[in-house]
């Protein structure tokens, strides 16, 4: 083994490599062979580091001083300063505005308090496509433990003492839904990761996918013992092309390493999958559209019951698990489900992921315990709102989920208590809007998104998600009356109460909130024919000769 005194970490995640992160490596790597450090300093290309929106970023270890944003021009003042005569680059070190936001090794301890990485514990630290690096921090060590000293009763136990709830929006609990499965009788069964994330301002599955693949498969990996499935697909969106090429890799390495495939560390245990790539299809976020879908169909939902855990893929018993979901249970099965237990608060257990995105000084993802609240997520974590503007709402949980208040930001985040302001967590996204937004033009643009994602299967949403559109688009345009807003109400909630699907249920969630919790605006925009925050462009009217 060859030992280094110094690793560089180069940011690679999806926007890093947008920014020209690539391009940075390479320039790096080879002024360290002109000056001869190739062999005192490793250069290791690793997941999000948290300064995306600085630029591309690195880190220098055992130091753990940050650099960013890094240009071209750069690069040979830190290897000579700092790589060769120790000197750190102080004009290049990141700012304490965005220093909290790593990974975990800077020094504001105060911040780093609130998030608690269990999900995020490998991403901006370990090279993602080496499994040999997750291997070092104790990858695959929990499936090596539940495959001999765990029956698969035993690994279920432990996720229900976890009380490890879904993380993709429903919420349901992770081991007795495995437990369904278990107990489902077939010849066959599958596990399905539901990896299609296709809610706008979401991408923290993304972030897991992209930093730290194997942990994903290693959930996979235990799902299926405990249930008894020996295949398995990621479900994946097609866009997600960095996640792709990181996934494929890590399956192949893992196979090549005997973590895949038939008798599995001479367990006995069988299990293998594979990357499907989806068309980019927001409906197939939906478990039985996912499934259809993987069965050459159109994604469309199915109707429900029979549900996947006793009839899933090709009618046999199916597990489908989210991302985040999957990525918590090798933790939970390593250190145990009553330690898991002992994170976040009664009914919502362990640490949750959200992308933080809208008006916001810091944007990216995050993973905090339950139980924290959103406004020290919005304040410390996001820096607060851009441009020392007032913060006029927040989009939780994404397009179909909840539209939060300021005044209601002394919340905690958790089941319970969001359910108290009739919201929740949803996808794990956090939308913040200025007071530079118009309201009528937000919810708008959701029901334009709804509408072209609808799939059409069922007339509610089909036809629901059109008039709502259309009504909005005349109020945009100075054309709106009074009994729209009566309109819009009754076909929110009829398209809540008779959709097929989750699609066409939630749709309406952020325009019927709307109608409670900013009225106001929208009156606005009909009575007096006015945007008060002067985005929405109203017909002129002209004399004519």
């Given at each position: 083994?060859?030992?280094?005194?110094?690793?560089?970490?180069?940011?690679?995640?999806?926007?890093?490599?947008?920014?020209?992160?690539k391009r940075i490596q390479e320039l790096l790597e080879e002024t360290l062979k002109k000056y001869h450090l190739e062999n005192e300093v490793k250069v290791i290309p690793t997941g999000s580091l948290?300064?995306?929106?600085?630029?591309?970023?690195?880190?220098?270890?055992?130091?753990?001083?940050?650099?960013?944003?890094?240009?071209?021009?750069?690069?040979?003042?830190i290897v000579v300063e700092h790589l060769l005569k120790g000197r750190i680059v102080d004009r290049l070190k990141n700012t304490p505005k965005t220093a909290h936001v790593s990974v975990g090794t800077m020094?504001?301890?105060?911040i780093m308090d609130i998030q608690q990485r269990i999900v995020l514990e490998n991403v901006g630290i370990i090279n993602p496509e080496n499994i040999e690096e997750y291997i070092a921090r104790e990858g695959y060590s929990a499936i090596e433990k539940a495959l001999f000293q765990m029956k698969p009763e035993a690994v279920i136990d432990e996720l229900k003492t976890s009380e490890l709830r879904g993380r993709g929006g429903a919420g349901f609990p992770t081991g007795l839904k495995w437990d369904f499965t278990r107990k489902a009788t077939g010849d066959k069964k599958y596990v399905i990761c539901n990896a299609d994330e296709g809610e706008p301002g979401t991408f923290k599955d993304r972030e897991i996918m992209e930093g730290d693949p194997h942990k994903l498969i290693e959930g996979m990996m235990l799902t299926a013992y405990a249930t008894g499935a020996d295949y398995g697909y990621i479900y994946i969106r097609g866009e997600y092309a960095l996640s792709i090429k990181r996934l494929e890799k890590a399956i192949q390495d893992a196979r090549a390493y005997g973590l895949l495939g038939n008798n599995i560390l001479n367990s006995g245990f069988n299990f293998d999958l594979e990357v499907f790539k989806g068309a980019g299809a927001y409906v197939c976020g939906e478990e039985t559209a996912l499934i259809e879908s993987i069965e050459g169909k159109r994604g469309e939902p199915r109707k429900k019951p029979p549900y996947p855990p006793t009839s899933g893929l090709w009618a046999k018993p199916t597990v489908v698990n989210n991302v985040e979901t999957l990525a918590n249970v090798p933790s939970?099965?390593?250190?145990?489900?009553?330690?898991?237990?002992?994170i976040g608060v009664e009914g919502s257990r362990g640490t949750k992921l959200f992308s933080l995105m809208g008006d916001l000084n810091w944007k990216g993802v995050v993973e905090i315990p339950f139980g924290t609240y959103l406004s020290g997520i919005i304040e410390k974590l996001g820096l607060g709102v851009s441009n020392s503007n007032s913060l006029k709402g927040v989009i939780l949980g994404g397009s179909s989920g909840f539209l939060i208040k300021p005044e209601e930001l002394d919340t905690a985040i958790d089941f319970h208590s969001l359910a108290q302001i009739e919201a929740g967590p949803g996808s794990g996204s956090i939308v913040a809007m200025d007071n530079h937004r118009c309201i009528v033009d937000m919810i708008k643009n959701i029901a334009q998104f709804f509408e072209h994602e609808s799939c059409g299967k069922c007339t509610p949403c089909r036809v629901g998600t059109h008039q709502i559109v259309t009504i909005l688009e005349r109020i945009s345009c100075g054309d709106g009356e009074p009994e729209d807003l009566t309109s819009l109400e009754l076909l929110g909630k009829s398209m809540t109460q008779t959709s097929f699907c989750p699609l066409g249920q939630t749709a309406p969630n952020i325009m019927l909130q709307t109608l409670k919790k900013f009225r106001d605006e929208l009156n606005e925009h009909i009575v007096n024919k006015r945007c008060p925050a002067n985005v929405c462009k109203f017909y002129e009217e002209y004399e004519g000769d």
């Open positions: 083994m060859k030992f280094y005194r110094t690793h560089v970490l180069v940011a690679s995640d999806a926007k890093s490599l947008v920014l020209g992160s948290g300064f995306e929106d600085s630029g591309v970023a690195m880190m220098v270890y055992p130091e753990s001083i940050v650099y960013a944003p890094v240009a071209h021009q750069d690069i040979e003042e020094e504001n301890q105060a939970i099965i390593l250190k145990g489900g009553s330690w898991y237990k002992t």
